[in-house]
Each structure stands twice: as C-alpha cells, then as structure tokens.
C-alpha cells in the first residue's frame, strides 16, 4: 500500500523516481509526487498530482524539476485525506526544507497535530503524513538524523519513510516498523523502495530494512542502525528474478500474463517438492514427532489467500485427519482463539507484509503457536516473523487480482497435507500415490483449460451486463465460489457473492429473477447432484446459469444457460482447476466493461493498513 522509492546518486534523479513509480504503482495509484533537492540553491522542489502517474509525468514534462541528485517519490493510496494533490506526498515541513514520504498509518497523528499547532505549526494537508515532517522539523538543530531518531520515537502506527532536507543536500535517511522498505545498493549510487521492482533495472544488491531500523545513505555509503543509534550490521541479499517477470511481455495486462504463468508455476513448485514418492518441502523444519503431536492446525489469511486457506482446511482434514480452522486474519485478535505449543498456525499471503495477517501472526506466537508460512515474497515480514516458511516461488505478481498466488498456494497447500498424510498415515499410500500422479498432471492440464479461453471470453462478454452476480460451490468448491466472486468485484465492480450451495435456499434465492447470472462450480464430485438441482431452481426462477463441469458431462448443458469445462482429475483437486476458467470469467467481463484489470479503483496489491 503506497510506493516509494528514494535516490542520492550521481545520476539524475528524477528519471531514476518517475521510473521505479511506475514499477509501484500496483501498490496505490491515486495519487503521486515526487520531490528534489535543487543543485545550487538551498531548496527543495516538488511536483504533484492526483490520480495515476501519467498525471505526474504529463506535468513534469510541462514543469521540468532542475537536475538534481537526490530525492524521494511516492505513489499514494489514501487513508487519511482525500485522494489529491494536496494530500500527495511528499510532504514538506513548515519551513520547506525537509521532506518526506510515508507509508503506513500515525494512530496518534490527531494528539501530535495539536501539539504541533500548538507550538505554531500550520499544516497544509489532512493526511497523517505531514505531522512527520513537523516533527523532525521541531527536533533540528543541524543534524537530520537526530532529529528523525528523535521523532519516530514519538510515532505510534505503522511506517515506511524516506527523508530528505535541503540543510544535506548528500543525505538520505529511512526508517521503517510494520511498512517494507528495501535498501538498494549501487555503485556511487542509492536506493530506497518499498519493493524490489522499482530498482530492479538499477541494482540487485538490496538490504531488506528489518522493523525498528533506520538508515543514512549517501551516493557511497549505506549504514543501518536501530532506533537508538546502534550500528547494526546490514546483510545484502541479491534479487534473482529477471526483468522480464515484472514486464508485461506482450501481454495486454499483467493479470493476464499471470494467469499464463500458472502451469509453469506449479510445474516448477512440484518438480522441486516431489522427489520420488515423496515430498520434500524446502523450509519445512518440523520433525515426524512434532507432526503427531499437532493438536489442530489454525489457518489465518485475507481475501484471496483466505479462500485458499479454505481449501487448505478440506484438504488437510480429508489427507491428515488434522482439525482446521480458518479465521480471517483481521478478525483473528478478536475472539479468544485457544492455542497451545501443539497447535500450528499457518499464514497464507502472497506479499509477507499484508499487516492483519502480521497482526495475527504475533497473536499466535504470543499464545506459543508454532508459525509456518506460506508465502511468495522473499524475505517479507512474514516470512522473517515465521518458524518456518514454504515459499510458493511464483515470481512477482503485479496484477491487484490475485492469479498465480492462488493458484501456487493452492499447490503448496496440496503438498502440505499430502506430507502430513505420509507422517500421519490418515490415507493408504496407494491413495497418496494417486493423488500425487495426479498434481503432477494439473499443469498440462492449466495449458488446455488456457487453449479455450476464446471460448470462455465469449461466455463472459454475454454476460457482462448483468448487475448482479452469484456464484455457488459446494464442499471442497465453496471457497471456489468466493473466489469465483471476489475476483469478478474487484476488477469489474459487479456486486457478486460467493455462496455455499446449499445456502441458496436460505437467503440468496430472493435474488434470482431473469437479471441475475449465477455461475455455478458443478465439476465431478459427491455432490454434483445436489449442484444440479441448485441449478434448475435458479432456472425455473429464470436466473441465467454458467456452469464449471467437467470435460466429458453430458447432463450438465441440459440445465444450464452456459458450461465451461475443465478437464477431469481427483475430485479433491478440482478447486486448482476450477480457479482458471473463474480468473478467466472475470477478466474478460472486466476488458468489456471498460474497467482497469490490473489497478482496479480503491485497492492496492499490499494491504499494509489494518
Ligand atoms: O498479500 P496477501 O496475499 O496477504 O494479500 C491478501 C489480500 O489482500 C489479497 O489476496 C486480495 O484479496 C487480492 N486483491 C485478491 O485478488
């Protein structure tokens, strides 16, 4: 949530910030700025604008910044303030010498804008950001980074922060809690990023900035220290993926380069957990002692990686005989969960730094949860915080539709509970095997779902105009459904509900007239013909239905308006397959409603807010 990325170098900075926003944008787009140092004179000098960053780039190209060395940028998605230039970032103190940008929220912005004004402070925008700036401003006496050490000591919330001043034209400071921020290290040059995108074409030496460290960086030197001004030693990792992983690469949107992505995402994920007959999993440090004592397994996780936690709870429940519960990540503090040393929580997320799921994560650990992970970012939040993580290795995804996180932790989740079947012995090993020779077919079999996809855009352009849409499953597919519906809304915004079937009946049915579309998840399984009758009382109630079956049902176009097959596998492995043609649906309604598939309004790839 927000983008920035920072420079002090010997190059122009602007080209360096305007190019690495463009990288983040994904992260919060309705708003951006970008703020230098001015070569000769004492002066800082700011350009922003609201909406996306071509805005920005069209009023630079108009108002070009004077060549500078130094600065810092952000792309903003708003919490406190509305979405607008004045709210943009950065933000500058009283007497536009210092400036920052924040990511993240100040709780206590309210109680430190009062003292501030107190004190004669007069502030220009209504975000929480700016008390920032004040702050440090309140605190100079000629060094930049007491003054920051001093006023982030006054700061409760969550941040991300980038500083600069006019007063050190060669200085750039950061200092991050609950916000990510990377370090990248150049040559007689320097970075600040939220993500590693924005200065992959720079540099692949980065610092992952722990919480509770700041930083000095100037064109040549980089030091870390911990918020009392210790020295702390930085480790500096390499970034491996290729330029081309955060490129569209001819396609039209990133969503759906990602969604192509996914047969070779699993392919490489089981070629490197399956070894044999059985499964390694890289990361995993849980002994076969400490598998037979779990108690019950605790899975907390947010929007699209909280229905892959449902299908987790299935399939670990049928595999391993392990008791599952599933909270939402934001509700998890809320009731009392009862954990011991035996419990294990698994947290799903695909960026490591969604902050409900942190938050659930040291809940957890403070009840004496042992934590795995189940994450895509390297070296994340989560992934630091966890006892063990298993990372999904699906590259970045830049699309704010979840895609090929899905769909990889899906695979990941199959994999966790084939290996705590194997310890458990819950299921033959002849079950186990099947099971196994099957996973190993679903890539190929994502390459033939992929070659209809002519056939599913038509199925969705027919039905793009409905204004309301319900999507149904029943067992393992429930959460298919939900999916199915958080992937329509949030890249078309047609109000649509994930729904298990056989709660239709008690609520949804009311629903149902001639313009309403249900899509309905009726792939092969023990309660298909209970989906078949769901089907014909949305039918006789004239609602239009598009069904998920599978390849070879000929029963099924009998009822339904629609169907889209996927081919046959294990009926437990059906939500990996039924997932695709759903991505599909959704954003090919999206495209023909005109709608921004990968920056849809209001959301940002990173939840770093509670
Ligand atoms: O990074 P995370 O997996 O923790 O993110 C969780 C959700 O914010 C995310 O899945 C969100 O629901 C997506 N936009 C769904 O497509």
């Given amino acids: 949530m927000c983008g920035i990325i920072g420079y002090v170098g010997e190059n122009q900075a602007v080209p360096v910030l305007l190019g690495g926003l ?30 996306k960053i071509k805005n920005l780039e069209k009023l630079i190209a108009k108002q070009p910044f004077p060549k500078s060395t130094i600065g810092i940028s952000h792309t903003r998605w708003a919490t406190h303030g509305a979405p607008n230039k004045v709210n943009a970032h950065p933000h500058a103190d009283g007497s536009g010498h210092i400036l920052i940008v924040h990511n993240g929220i100040i709780e206590n912005y309210e109680l430190l804008k009062k003292d501030l004004k107190k004190r004669g402070h007069t502030f220009k925008s209504d975000t929480d950001s700016e008390v920032i700036a004040h702050l440090i401003e309140s605190y100079y006496k000629g060094d930049l980074f007491a003054a920051v050490k001093k006023a982030i000591k006054k700061l409760n919330g969550a941040y991300a922060l980038g500083v600069i001043s006019s007063y050190h034209p ?15 290290c150049g040559k007689n040059e320097n970075f600040i990023a939220s993500d590693a995108p924005a200065i992959l074409d720079c540099t692949r030496r ?17 030091k870390v220290f911990d918020f009392n001004g210790k020295v702390v030693k930085p480790k500096i990792d390499r970034i491996t993926y290729s330029l081309d992983a955060v490129a569209k690469q001819g396609f039209d949107h990133f969503m759906m380069k990602e969604m192509h992505e996914q047969p070779d995402v699993l392919k490489k994920m089981l070629a490197s957990c399956i070894k044999g007959k059985q499964v390694v999993l ?4 849980l002994s076969e002692q400490q598998i037979k004592n779990i108690s019950n397994i605790t899975i907390v996780a947010c929007g699209t990686a909280y229905h892959a936690g449902m299908v987790g709870r299935y399939i670990i429940e049928a595999l391993a005989g392990i008791s599952v519960n599933v909270d939402v990540s934001s509700e998890f503090r809320y009731r009392n969960p009862i954990l011991s040393k035996k419990s294990i929580v698994i947290a799903i997320s695909q960026s490591g730094e969604t902050a409900d799921t942190l938050a659930a994560v040291r809940e957890a650990k403070q009840k004496g949860a042992k934590i795995v992970s189940i994450c895509n970012v390297l070296g994340s939040s989560l992934a630091r915080e966890s006892d063990a993580v298993l990372y999904t290795h699906a590259g970045p995804e830049i699309g704010v539709a979840s895609t090929k996180a899905y769909t990889a932790q899906l695979g990941m989740l ?17 079950e186990i095997n099947t099971l196994i020779t099957q996973l190993k077919k679903v ?9 209809t996809k002519t056939s599913i855009a038509k199925i969705a352009r027919t039905n793009s105009h409905f204004g309301c849409f319900l999507f149904l499953g029943r067992n393992i597919n429930y959460p298919t459904a939900m999916e199915g519906a958080l992937k329509l809304k949030e890249i078309s915004y047609i109000p649509a509900e994930g729904y298990a079937a ?58 339904a308006t ?25 954003y090919y309604i999206s495209v023909k409603r005109g709608c921004d598939v990968d920056q849809p309004r209001n959301l940002a790839k990173s939840v770093t807010v509670e």
Avoid: F
């Avoid at 991050?176 to 921020?181: A, D, E, F, K, V």
């Fill in 22 to 51: 463009k990288k983040l944008e994904y992260r919060g787009y309705d708003s951006s700025g970008i703020g230098v140092l001015h070569p000769e004179k004492a002066q800082i000098v700011l350009r922003k604008s609201d909406g």
């Fill in 170 to 184: 060669d200085l750039l400071i950061a200092a991050r809690i609950g916000s990510p921020l990377i370090i990248g």
């Fill in 206 to 222: 980065v610092i992952y900035l722990k919480d509770g460290h700041m930083a000095t960086l100037s064109k040549s030197q980089i």
């Fill in 282 to 285: 890289d990361g995993w440090n």
């Fill in 414 to 430: 199959y994999l966790l509970a084939i290996k705590l079947a194997m310890v458990k012995k819950y299921i033959s090993t002849s």
């Fill in 443 to 451: 890539p190929s079999l994502y390459t033939k779902i992929l070659k």
């Fill in 502 to 559: 056989g709660e239709m009946k008690h609520g949804p049915i009311a629903l149902i007239d001639e313009y309403r579309a249900v899509v309905c998840i009726a792939t092969e399984s023990d309660t298909y013909e209970k989906m078949i009758s769901n089907i014909q009382e949305i039918r006789s109630r004239k609602g239009k239905v598009i069904a998920i079956a599978t390849e070879g049902d000929k029963n099924i176009s009998k009822h």
């Fill in 562 to 586: 629609h169907v889209v097959y996927v081919p046959k596998t294990h009926k437990l492995l059906t939500p990996l397959l039924a997932a695709l043609p759903l991505q599909l649906i959704a």
